[in-house]
């Protein structure tokens, strides 16, 4: 069995079981899988490593017998040269979303798929139905929050993605609520690069603001997420598997 050493419930496994597990993610029960972090928000540099999230669909049978248990409803792996590989069960992705977490949040939103099964086009279809007001609020603000607090803490041995980060969930926050959708690719990385040179104080009033704006701008997403429309699709899923 794995070990949870960061606190998200995302399990981290032996070299072997890593090497084991991923094998029996074969193509076929890949529902979605993209490239994310800075290679897909523009906000590469020349240290920048790739990540790769995914979501596999676990055979119902396995779910419903005696030994499936949470150490297998996600892999990850973190590889030698900093390369993120994570994957998560449809059971427990749904759950999680549900929960309004930015970054499977917008693992719903990518500009492109590296895989994209039915059930995958079929969780896209259905991506409003975890958006809501107060849970994009508080999940994206929770999150912005804390990336703020420890930069400034930090400063000036912060790391300067921690400020980008700050700065890039608190647009996606305002984008969805105000809009309903999202681009996880920035169409003005610049921006913010632009924070690795500011003062403290100039940093400080950048995140602030935008932080202040995910709790004030007006919101069309609904008021609860739909769960039904979710479950109707997760009990699809588990019939077809």
Same mark, same amino acid.
């Given at each position: 069995?794995?070990?949870?050493?960061?606190? *998200?419930?995302?399990?981290?496994?032996?070299?072997?079981?890593?090497?084991?597990?991923?094998?029996?993610? *074969?193509?076929?029960?890949?529902?979605?899988?993209?490239?994310?972090?800075? =290679? &897909?928000?523009?906000?590469?540099?020349?240290?920048?490593?790739?990540?790769?999230?995914?979501?596999?669909? &676990?055979p *119902?049978?396995?779910?419903?017998?005696?030994?499936?248990?949470?150490?297998?409803? !996600?892999?990850?792996?973190?590889?030698?040269?900093?390369?993120?590989?994570?994957?998560?069960?449809?059971?427990?992705?749904v759950?999680?979303?549900?929960?309004?977490?930015?970054?499977?949040?917008?693992l719903l939103?990518?500009?492109?798929?590296? !895989?994209?099964s039915?059930?995958?086009?079929a969780?896209?279809d259905?991506?409003? !139905?975890?958006?809501?007001t107060?849970?994009?609020?508080?999940?994206?603000?929770?999150? &912005?929050?804390a990336?703020?607090? =420890?930069?400034?803490?930090?400063?000036?041995?912060?790391?300067?993605?921690?400020?980008?980060?700050?700065l =890039?969930?608190?647009?996606?926050?305002?984008?969805?609520?105000?809009?309903?959708?999202?681009?996880?690719?920035?169409?003005?990385?610049?921006?913010?690069?632009?924070?690795?040179?500011?003062?403290?104080?100039?940093?400080?009033r950048?995140?602030?603001?935008?932080?202040?704006?995910?709790?004030?701008?007006?919101?069309?997403?609904?008021?609860?997420?739909?769960?039904?429309?979710?479950?109707?699709?997760?009990?699809d899923? =588990?019939?077809?598997?």
């Amino acid at each position: 069995m794995g070990t949870d050493h960061s606190g *998200t419930g995302i399990l981290y496994h032996s070299a072997q079981n890593q090497k084991e597990e991923k094998e029996a993610l *074969t193509f076929t029960n890949i529902a979605l899988e993209a490239i994310t972090g800075s =290679r &897909a928000y523009g906000l590469t540099h020349a240290n920048s490593d790739t990540d790769k999230m995914g979501i596999f669909v &676990a055979p *119902t049978v396995d779910i419903a017998g005696l030994d499936w248990n949470s150490s297998k409803e !996600s892999w990850s792996d973190a590889g030698p040269t900093g390369d993120d590989t994570t994957y998560h069960e449809i059971g427990k992705y749904v759950k999680l979303a549900l929960k309004s977490n930015p970054t499977l949040i917008e693992l719903l939103f990518m500009d492109s798929y590296e !895989s994209l099964s039915l059930e995958g086009k079929a969780l896209l279809d259905i991506r409003s !139905s975890f958006l809501y007001t107060e849970g994009i609020r508080n999940a994206y603000y929770g999150y &912005a929050v804390a990336q703020h607090a =420890r930069v400034i803490r930090e400063y000036p041995d912060h790391k300067p993605k921690m400020a980008r980060h700050c700065l =890039r969930i608190s647009h996606q926050a305002i984008e969805l609520l105000e809009t309903g959708t999202c681009s996880p690719r920035l169409s003005n990385p610049e921006v913010y690069f632009d924070l690795d040179y500011m003062t403290l104080p100039d940093m400080d009033r950048t995140m602030s603001y935008a932080l202040e704006k995910i709790l004030t701008c007006e919101s069309v997403l609904a008021d609860k997420p739909d769960r039904d429309t979710v479950r109707d699709y997760l009990r699809d899923v =588990r019939l077809n598997n």
